[in-house]
């Protein structure tokens, strides 16, 4: 079959499923590997020792979640997942860059930060990497996978410290989720844009952990569009910003130019200079962490991205009204 892609993954990797989801929302003929089926071909391919990898029917391989789906719009452009306005397609832009490197801190955090969902998720991992395994093995690598992983919770940036702000963004964000989703099935409206797969694939995989998933379970809308997004569907058109704003608006002050963008900043700087570590004031509570060294190259995309629309006066004025702005126009 020369036409068919092979996305190599793993369940439990929300970058890995976010790019699933894609190709099969675009209906493009593809296998979904885990790495341990496909190592020959991964071990060829692979550039970094990261998933997902796709190779192509070319035979050559694409990583990185976001360069992935870019180059595959390429490709394939219908059904796009831009929304033609200007505005929106921004912000489903820095929607999707808040997902992947800050919904990741919700998901990474949950899964390592208490015993219930720490043993959940190594036994998951086990069970995923070695399926035949018996419950006896699958104990004991999970032991081992639990103690490796609990220690790395600082790669996200979870400490003592940030732990409460991780956790107060994540059951912030889920009502005003919520109240956004309530007449729509997707962030943009009647189908899925870039921003729907990042961020839903942390939400997703965070899910499967026994503390999250009891605070999705006041969240019915959010948990309809968790669902739905596993195999998207074009159900319409993306709506305009004027209708989009009234609750986006609310996420884009609160969580991405209250937070997010601000943390990206002060990582990106400390990242540059070389420093062990940062501090940064966000939302009244000082965040200390090891910067990320990954996310200074995405803020500077997104910056980017920024850049070619920045002559957009009304964007730019939800951007400030946000506390967006400034963190975009270094």
């Not at 991780?166 to 009502?175: A, N, Q, V, Y």
């Not at 910067?291 to 910056?303: C, M, V």
Request: glycine content about 6%; charged content about 25%; overall charge negative.
């Amino acid at each position: 079959m020369p036409d068919v892609y092979h996305v190599i993954g793993a369940e439990n990797s929300p970058y890995s499923i976010k790019v699933r989801s894609y190709f099969r929302y675009k209906q493009i003929p593809h296998h979904w590997l885990s790495r341990g089926q496909s190592q020959e071909e991964y071990q060829k391919h692979a550039k970094l020792p990261l998933v997902p990898l796709v190779v192509t029917p070319e035979d050559e391989g694409i990583q990185d979640s976001t360069p992935i789906i870019e180059a595959m719009e390429q490709r394939v452009p219908e059904p796009s997942i831009y929304p033609s306005d200007a505005i929106a397609a921004f912000v489903s832009a820095l929607i999707e860059e808040w997902g992947d490197e800050w919904g990741n801190k919700w998901m990474f955090h949950y899964r390592w930060a208490r015993e219930v969902d720490q043993i959940a998720a190594s036994r998951r991992l086990v069970s995923e990497g070695a399926p035949g395994a018996s419950d006896e093995e699958i104990d004991q690598r999970a032991a081992m996978v639990r103690e490796r992983m609990v220690d790395r919770v600082w790669f996200v940036g979870s400490n003592e410290t940030t732990a409460p702000q991780i956790e107060k963004s994540f059951t912030d964000t889920l009502p005003l989720l919520e109240a956004h989703l309530a007449n729509r099935p997707y962030l943009f409206g009647a189908r899925p844009a870039l921003a729907d797969f990042a961020l839903w694939g942390q939400i997703y995989n965070a899910r499967k952990d026994p503390t999250p998933e009891s605070i999705l379970a006041d969240f019915p809308k959010v948990n309809a569009w968790l669902d739905r997004m596993v195999e998207p569907a074009n159900e319409g058109e993306f709506e305009s910003w004027e209708t989009l704003a009234p609750t986006l608006t609310r996420i884009l002050d609160e969580q991405i130019g209250g937070l997010f963008l601000p943390w990206d900043d002060a990582n990106s700087a400390a990242a540059t200079a070389g420093d062990e570590t940062f501090s940064v004031e966000l939302a009244g509570e000082t965040w200390t962490q090891k910067p990320q060294r990954y996310h200074a190259k995405s803020l500077t995309e997104l910056r980017r991205k920024y850049a070619e629309v920045q002559d957009n006066a009304t964007l730019n004025g939800v951007l400030e009204q946000t506390g967006c702005l400034r963190w975009l126009t270094p």
